[in-house]
């Protein structure tokens, strides 16, 4: 797995006269959701329970914070199945595995933990129905992503990749009566309708997923950001490279008024530069990332002038989901006060 980073020392930003009345816009909803809760604290409480080692197949979650802590707690990240010893506790990440990665732990003997989000495991459900009845599935999601791997290996010969909006114009289907689509869950809402869309207008009799595969978090924390972004000169989005919805929030900022948008790991990544003529800056971070990472953000920017915060808040949330079902008791049985997990979120 890659080396996480570890964030580096920079002079403190400067606050500059003459840019008039400073101020953030906090976006919220923002940062961890439930998916990404209760992955997070799956690992930890196998940790405790099981004692270090506890292997992770893959990032628990898309976050270079999150999993640099974990690590330092005990817990080893593999790629595969197949790096981790005979007979020891694995967890599967929160973004999903195909049947192929269940067999392959199971016939290693390993006591596998899952850790995937139910949102997740719901698409999945879907993507095995739609097989049984012998649609072609059309998963609008990104090419080498874990969750795409994992909801595509449910059904490998009836599942179709649609990476962008332009591959709908291309794709070719076996028969047009029978054809469904699903979505990765963490994608830009708009360019998932406009894919839908595009796709719908080349076969018209396309049928729709059951119920909505975006995640409400997804969702929301766009909802969100399209709000602060309007009225924003600058948006920071504190979330890793590799999170899907980190990335989207930049491009949903931009798309709606923002005048500038970056993505940060971490509060000394934001520039000096960024904040040259900037009166209005929004925050927000992504689904995985926890809030101490947004604070460090903000204090930084309070240092350089921008004191006054306001809270943009266009949804509240409070799901939660049982831990898996390995982690709901302690070692001699009772029930552990965290078996539903779950901590506050903005």
Known sequence: MPVPRIPRRR???????????????????????????????????ALERFGAPVYVRKQIVHNIHVVTELEAAGAIFVDEVDEVPEGAHVVFSAHGVSPAVVNSAADRGLRAIDATCPLVTKVHREAVRFARDDYEILLIGHVGHEEVEGTAGEAPDHVTIVNSPDEA????????????????????????????????????????????????????????????????????????A????????????????????YRVDYADEVEQAWLEGVETVGVTSGASVPEVLVQQVLDDLAAAGYR??????TAEEDLQFSLPKELRTDAAGKRDDRALGGRSRA
């Open 11 to 45: 002079e403190p930003l400067k606050d500059i006269a003459g840019t008039g009345q400073k101020r953030v816009l906090l976006a919220s909803p923002r940062g961890y959701c439930a998916g990404v809760d209760r992955a997070v604290i799956a690992v930890e409480k």
């Open 169 to 240: 114009d291309t794709i070719v289907v076996r028969d047009p009566s029978k054809v469904v689509w699903l979505s990765q869950t963490t994608l830009s809402v708009d360019e998932t309708m406009e894919t839908v869309r595009r796709l719908r207008a080349r076969f018209p009799e396309l049928q729709d997923p059951p119920s909505d595969d975006i995640c409400y978090a997804t969702q929301n924390r766009q909802v969100a950001i399209k709000k602060v972004a309007k009225d924003a000169d600058l948006v920071i989005v504190v979330g890793s």
């Open 242 to 261: 590799n999170s899907s919805n980190s990335v989207r929030l930049v491009e949903v900022a931009l798309e709606y008024g923002a005048k500038a948008a």
């Open 308 to 313: 006054d915060v306001e809270e943009v808040r």
